[in-house]
T-cell receptor
Framework: EDQVTQSPEALRLQEGESSSLNCSYT??????LFWYRQDPGKGPEFLFT???AGEEKEKERLKATLTKKESFLHITAPKPEDSATYLC????????????FGQGTTLQVKP | DTEVTQTPKHLVMGMTNKKSLKCEQH?????MYWYKQKAKKPPELMFV???????INESVPSRFSPECPNSSLLNLHLHALQPEDSALYLC?????????????FGPGTRLLVL
């Protein structure tokens, strides 16, 4: 069965304290891994798409990496405004748009 | 521009009411999606429309009825809902349904069923 697991469930950091969020997956065939950021009561905001092991994408303080079994979202010198829930999702079929989401990691950055 | 709009932002309805949620995008996307999200849970896929035709129905109860009048609009008609249907309803769109297509989400409609 296709499965996506995110860890940790919650993460508290001090401003400037770098860390990483993990998304591990066991799927029959990966057709894309997606990272989203979601603020409370809002819709998910697209961050990155990764397709192949070894691929990396960067945006401001965020960097996403992909291996054959997992993806990491590295947050460098986070700021309080980075506080949000980060969702990882995978597509396993090339024919449908169905995404399998992880449970998310809720990040709190304290000033 | 990657904007998906949803109306209304908030909706309160009784179990006997009929209401509709609306979603609109002007990015030329040909796949549109409805998701349901409960508090502290990830989004759950409900329906997928591809080129205005229903592509996926994730065994959603018939009290939820989707409609895609044209390539820019997606509606979700609600009838005889239950209190457990209270959730954030999210619309998303992508260029097409196939692989390598990023889904862009709207802000959601917060639904409360009394």
């Amino acid at each position: 069965e296709d499965q996506v697991t995110q860890s940790p469930e919650a993460l508290r950091l001090q401003e400037g304290e770098s860390s990483s969020l993990n998304c591990s997956y066991t799927v029959s065939g990966l057709r894309g891994l997606f990272w989203y950021r979601q603020d409370p009561g809002k819709g998910p905001e697209f961050l990155f798409t990764l397709y192949s092991a070894g691929e990396e994408k960067e945006k401001e303080r965020l960097k996403a990496t992909l291996t054959k079994k997992e993806s990491f979202l590295h947050i460098t010198a986070p700021k309080p405004e980075d506080s949000a829930t980060y969702l990882c999702a995978v597509r396993v079929s090339s024919n449908t748009g169905k995404l399998i989401f992880g449970q998310g990691t809720t990040l709190q950055v304290k000033p | 521009d990657t904007e998906v709009t949803q109306t209304p932002k908030h909706l309160v309805m009784g179990m006997t009411n009929k209401k509709s949620l609306k979603c609109e995008q002007h990015m030329g996307h040909r796949a549109m999606y409805w998701y349901k999200q409960k508090a502290k849970k990830p989004p759950e896929l409900m329906f997928v429309y591809s080129y205005e035709k229903l592509s996926i129905n994730e065994s959603v109860p018939s009290r939820f009825s989707p409609e895609c009048p044209n390539s820019s609009l997606l509606n979700l008609h609600l009838h005889a809902l239950q209190p457990e249907d209270s959730a954030l309803y999210l619309c998303a769109s992508s260029q097409a349904e196939g692989s390598k297509q990023t889904q862009y989400f709207g802000p959601g409609t917060r639904l409360l069923v009394l």
